[in-house]
């Protein structure tokens, strides 16, 4: 915070709240205890709502006679008042006390103290209060966006600049070709020779230089004009002569240009000046140089950059031949039992092979020793609705997060499609299709623009994808929402949106981590139908902790518990072996 002191005569004793209620009358007043609780309380209001309009007065306890207050402003409002100023004239800016808030509220604090020391009554009229200021010295100009000083300045060089290069070019072309000794053979003379090259260039510039004193000295694009002072044949004058100085040089620059060859492939290996030993060739490989190594830097620290979602990969990784040649999937028998499986309730699943998902006692823990999952096992089919159920903090969404790549197992493995997903996380990602816990759209993209775009990435064909889309918008009764953009959906059209987006291109793996979490029943049930239409060619995971959602929906319910699983089997299966699946 900023402030301002101020101190004057005032007959009697005169309270500061009275003082503020005179000079601000429709201002919401509040009193603090003292200035640190004021100071505290107008900073935590600008930083946390960004009340910019919020300022603070303290009336000091002074002599009989005599109102002294502080004034509190904003740290952002600067008005210098600690500032040596240089000796000398008065600047052309305006100083401090005239700009800003400063002087319109002293003006009204001291005006409210002479009302109420005055013999005025409340109902009288006052009489009328003219208030002026005068710099002393006065200045001599004043200071404005338009003032003619940056309008000259920018009018001038950006008027002339583009005529220099234009004069020395023709005389460079005249000389390469062989065109000025021509003209000396033929009988023409230095001097007519450089005097025809001054005025033809002269003549270019006058025209210029009228249009540059027009614009200054006539109210053509803004009223008065910027120069409306001044005699109309000085300035031309001026800048005529100005236009013979930048004429004259422009001759001078062309002695020493002996051709006027510009860059081209055959040269790029020659320096454009004697004095310099840098040539195009040199600077194309620096340039290049450098994007080859930011190239290289970005796919190497996006790979091992540790503070980021997914897998870090170990420093060396580049110099494995499993990265640049992975494995091919492989078929997955996963015949091993341990004593901790081997004691959880699972229903057999017959002589089911290739499972789309594979989790081998799985084990993930965080730092300080916290364990979210613990030896977890388990298997999803192809045609399967599988069902992760749990209470909040069970391990769901961290166990789909190693599914999904996101996060690496502390120990076990994770396969998807066949594909080690801490090893191989792209090959396995090809295949999956997610759905995650919280909307994650492009918010300028349409519902139809969405569809399109990740059918596209799924390596679908335009037929193809517009296909399926319009089978997706019917399904998920988003057709009349085709064409509206993500910000403009409910959160329950986004939800929806957010399902298709996880099946559309066909994907083999789909996972959906609570996908009616939050949901009106309404919409919680067009969700469980659009689920139980898509899954039949699909290996789909999905975590719940509503037990009814997992009844409904679930061909196999693994049922997680502190990170750990406690039984896996169908719906008939749970009710056989605990009575009711809902006591599972």
């Not at 023409?188 to 230089?209: G, N, P, Q, R």
């Not at 240009?257 to 840098?278: C, E, F, L, M």
Request: net charge positive.
């Amino acid at each position: 915070m900023t402030c301002w002191a101020v101190q004057l005569r005032a007959a009697g004793n005169i309270s500061g709240e009275e003082v503020l209620r005179h000079a601000f009358p429709l201002a919401k007043l509040e009193e603090f205890a003292d200035e640190y609780a004021m100071v505290a309380n107008l900073s935590a209001r600008i930083n946390s709502l960004g009340l910019a309009n919020n300022y603070g007065v303290v009336f000091k306890q002074a002599e009989r006679g005599t109102l002294s207050y502080t004034l509190r402003f904003p740290s952002w409002q600067e008005f210098y008042t600690r500032q040596t100023m240089r000796p000398g004239g008065a600047t052309i800016r305006p100083p401090f006390w005239l700009s800003g808030i400063l002087l319109p509220m002293v003006s009204r604090l001291n005006m409210a103290v002479a009302r109420i020391t005055s013999s005025i009554a409340d109902g009288e009229q006052q009489p009328p209060v003219y208030f002026q200021t005068r710099r002393f010295p006065s200045p001599k100009g004043f200071d404005s966006s338009r003032s003619a000083r940056k309008i000259t300045d920018v009018s001038v060089i950006y008027g002339f600049i583009v005529l220099a290069p234009v004069a020395v070019k023709r005389i460079a072309d005249e000389k390469s070709v062989g065109m000025k000794e021509l003209l000396r053979i033929a009988g023409i003379s230095d001097a007519v020779y450089w005097l025809s090259a001054f005025l033809s260039s002269l003549m270019v510039m006058s025209l210029e230089t009228v249009l540059i004193t027009s614009f200054l000295t006539f109210p053509i694009f803004c009223e008065p004009a910027i120069l409306p002072q001044s005699d109309i044949s000085l300035v031309l004058f001026m800048l005529m002569l100005y236009a013979v100085y930048c004429d004259l040089f422009c001759l001078l620059i062309s002695c020493v240009v002996k051709t006027h060859q510009g860059a081209r492939w055959s040269n790029i290996q020659k320096a454009g000046s004697p004095y310099d030993n840098v040539t195009l060739t040199v600077m194309f490989c620096v340039v290049l140089g450098y994007c080859v190594l930011y190239a290289v830097l970005v796919w190497y620290l996006d790979n091992v950059w540790p503070w980021q979602y997914g897998i870090p990969k170990e420093p060396l990784f580049f110099t494995k031949v499993s990265y640049w040649y992975p494995k091919a999937p492989t078929n997955l028998q996963y015949q091993r039992k341990d004593a901790t499986e081997a004691s959880i309730p699972r229903e057999s699943i017959g002589d089911r092979n290739n499972p789309g998902i594979v989790l081998d006692n799985v084990t993930k823990v965080y730092s300080k020793n916290t364990v979210a999952l613990y030896r977890v096992s388990l298997k999803a089919y192809r045609g399967d609705v599988t069902v992760l159920l749990g209470r909040n903090g069970a391990g769901k969404t961290t166990l789909l997060r190693l599914i999904t790549g996101l996060e690496q197992a502390s120990a076990g493995s994770v396969y998807v499609a066949g594909h080690d997903a801490a090893l191989d996380t792209d090959a396995a990602r090809r295949s999956m299709g997610f759905c995650p816990q919280e909307n994650v759209l492009f918010l300028g993209l349409t519902v139809l623009e969405h569809l399109q775009f990740f059918a596209r990435i799924r390596g679908d064909s335009w037929a193809t994808a517009n296909n399926a889309i319009e089978e997706i918008l019917v399904a998920f009764n988003l057709s009349d929402k085709r064409d509206t953009l993500a910000s403009s959906l409910s959160w329950g059209t986004r939800r929806k949106l957010q399902l298709g987006i996880a099946v559309v291109g066909n994907p083999q793996i789909v996972v959906l981590d609570e996908p009616t979490a939050g949901a009106d029943p309404e919409c919680k049930g067009a969700l469980w139908d659009c689920v139980l239409r898509f899954h039949e060619d699909k290996t789909m995971l999905m975590t719940t902790h509503s037990m009814e959602e997992a009844d409904t929906l679930g061909d196999r319910i693994a049922v997680l518990a502190a990170g750990r699983m406690r039984c896996c089997g169908s719906s008939l299966f749970l009710r056989n072996t605990y009575g009711i699946v809902h006591g599972a």
